[in-house]
């Protein structure tokens, strides 16, 4: 039985940045990530670390592991450290800045600053000479480390096909460790410096810890040059300490590396093929057949590795890939020495060991079959019931409804991420809503006119939806929305008679600017206003009737007292005793003081 890989992650999700977008899943080529609470994690085993994630969240949240520490560690540790800079430099860089730039590591603390394209060079010249031992077979070129991943994991059964050639990066850093190591006692470390997050899971791969200590990607790289206020423009001039042979510089370009390696570069030849981005090479890799004779040179990133994933996002491909070009052919210009011809550089073959390379198939779990009756409870739980239904329009991420379906099952997606789906869910529930409000609603278009009601506002104004198309002053007067629509009032709210229809109403009439709409919601208070007239009248006919008892009771009261001969005041004292009685202070209308007023002296 093959032993399971070990499982390598350098991209994962920041959750404190992740807003639940789930742009991710949608961009996500191989489909690696999957919802949990809402969020979405990057399943390490699915992943290959294409970085398209990284590129497209916009939040942020998908991050890849940074190495700027560990590398400014070997640097404070005393370690000779060594930069392989990635051919695609040139590509950020203006001519001023690209002679600057050795100069301008140096100054970061690397020990050794040489250009990755001395061993793309050498992989190069390895690729071609396994296809010209093989010229029937078939070869699919192996520097892209995501390329390499996609294989391995989701079309193991092509591992086979891959050119078993270390790459660019790995060929360098054994090469430089073999060199370095012969001039210095101290620990020698190789930090590449490139636009891919891929090659940071391939230093990763425990067949290339001879190789490769740390990898930064570009953004590190500024960053770090921003930390140490280092400005390449202001730096020395200084070279490489190295020089790359052949074309290589051409390498992170599309059709590079079979330029680099002096192959065949007729593109119609029709014995050799290059593709770039995800499809392209999905493609070109399930065509690829053994024997078919063909060598195929599949980049992950569109155009090459000057549009990876680790590079600064401004500028153009195409600018970045005229500078490549433009620094290659200067530097071209200045020749290639040798390093066989230096004084003592002995034979150089032995600083180039390992040029081979491994790879192994690392299939996805299929995971437990699902069956025809699972697809179908979530095509219903989703309105596609039915074949016409189901669009296989792309907007969830997935080639299918289908697929998706499976996601789901699976627990890769979620019933929501379905954009047909959740637009008919959210027009029924407006409808709905629109539907069964108890209020009346009306939407009148730019000039007034009437787009719709709803059944609450027909059964008001006794009207049907024949009135579509009609200006509202056919019903109501149109003055407060005429004055919304003339920009007056952003709104209006108001109580209104609409004696017609023996209505009074609370009416709040609003623009929807956006769609130069106007709306009016149209709550009845008839009933309500008629029950405070009443609870009104009701109150005043108390009040007079408590005024008529009491007039009555005070009359009674002040006979008897005169009739049992007591004092004024004592009858006064009664006329107080009924006041109280009376309940001073309850009455809206000032209270019982009226009776003191009418019946006592104070
Ligand atoms: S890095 Fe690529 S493969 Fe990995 S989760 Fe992101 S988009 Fe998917
Ligand atoms: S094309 Fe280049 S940058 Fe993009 S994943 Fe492949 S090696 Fe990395």
Known sequence: MEEKKPVIQVVYTNKAHCRDCHRCLRVCPVKAIRLRDGQAYVVPERCIACGTCVRECPQGAKQYIRELDKVRGYIDAGDFVAASLAPSFAGLCTPAEQKRIAGALRRLGFRFVAETATGAYRSAVKTAELAAADPSGCHICSSCPTVVSYVEKYQPEKTDLLVKAASPMVAHGRHLKAMLEDRTDATVRVVFIGPC???????????????????????????????????????????????PEGEARRYPLLGGSIRASAMDTDILSGSVVSASGFHEVRDIIESAKAGNGVVSEPMFCRQGCVNGPGMPKEGSVYERRQRVLDYAAAEDALGFEAPAKRAGAGDPARFWPGLGAAFTPDPMEVGEEITEEQIQLVFESTGKSLPEDRLDCGACGYDSCRDKAIAVIRGYAEPEMCMPYVKRLAERRTDKILETSPNGIVILDNNLRIISMNPAFRTLFMCTESLCGKHISYLMDPEPFEQVASGIHPQVAMTANHARYGLTCFQIIYALPKDKQYVGIIVDVTKSQANKQKLDQLREKTIDQARQLMEHQIRIAQTMAKLIGESTAQGEALVERLVELAGEGNVDDGGASWLRDMYTTK
Do not use: G, H, Q
């Not at 953004?219 to 730096?235: A, M, P, Q, S, Y």
């Open 197 to 243: 997050i891929a090659k940071k899971a391939e230093a990763m791969r425990p067949e290339n810890a001879d190789a490769v200590d740390a990898v930064l990607t570009y953004e590190e790289l500024t960053e770090w040059f921003d930390l140490e206020d280092i400005k390449l423009i202001n730096c020395e001039e200084s070279r490489f300490d190295e020089r």
